[in-house]
């Protein structure tokens, strides 16, 4: 059961121009919600996150859009660059005392954008 | 700091054959985690671990196991493998200090299993 949906699994984007990827999940005991970026060969990192108390957080070139009563959230890239071209997850996780910040991870996607 | 380290870095293994990947981190996190990641299907938690000599199941935990002797590794081991196993095998660690949310990974095992 996939707790996290996240679409598009692939996007392209000319540079300069808005990357826009989405995420819904289905548990609403989730509670914070981080986006994860990875390039080839490597580990994620996180990138930004955002709990439901905001409908907005900036860092950057990077928000997220958080609808909590259509448990959906978004992340765009503005001004979208060559080396923003990465595999993308969204997350989430619960503040439950058993939660041990396990993360539910979306099924990923991959951000190319041309020069 | 070297951040979370992983041994090896390749590996294939034919089907029934064991191995134990090695997960190393010098950040004195309390909480580690292993991840398998499968094209589509994002990453999924297999094992974890809230402290030394402590471990539980995550979402996929058949065919693994998993122990905790030393707070800085966390081993997760395949006893008969599978091809359904073939996957790339991340380690995480994350901190009570600043906040259990933010995960650090390792650069990850690429496993085949023929």
């Known amino acids: 059961q996939q707790q996290v949906k996240q679409s598009p699994q692939s996007l392209i984007v000319q540079k300069g121009g808005i990357s826009i990827i989405n995420c819904a999940y289905e548990?609403?005991?989730?509670?914070?919600f981080p986006w994860y970026q990875q390039f080839p060969g490597k580990g994620p990192a996180l990138l930004i996150a955002i709990r439901p108390d905001v409908s907005e957080k900036k860092e950057g070139r990077f928000t997220i859009s958080f609808n909590k009563s259509a448990k959906q959230f978004s992340l765009h890239i503005m001004d979208s660059q060559p080396g923003d071209s990465a595999t993308y997850f969204c997350?989430?996780?619960?503040?439950?005392?058993?939660?041990?910040?396990?993360?539910?991870f979306g099924q990923g996607t991959i951000l190319t954008v041309h020069p | 700091n070297a951040g979370v380290t992983q041994t090896p870095k390749f590996r294939v293994l034919k089907t029934g054959q064991s191995m134990t990947l090695l997960c190393a981190q010098d950040m004195n996190h309390e909480y580690m985690y292993w991840y398998r990641q499968d094209p589509g299907m994002g990453l999924r938690l297999i094992h974890y671990s809230v402290g030394e000599g402590t471990t539980a199941k995550g979402e996929v935990p058949d065919g693994y196991n998993v122990s905790r002797l030393k707070k800085q590794n966390f081993l997760l081991g395949l006893e008969s493998a599978a091809p359904s196993q073939t996957s790339v095998y991340f380690c995480a660690s994350s901190s009570l200090g600043t906040g259990i949310y933010e995960q650090y990974f390792g650069p990850g095992t690429r496993l085949t299993v023929t």
């Open positions: 997350a989430a996780s619960s503040a439950g005392g058993t939660s041990y910040g396990k993360l539910t």
């Open positions: 548990n609403t005991a989730f509670d914070y």
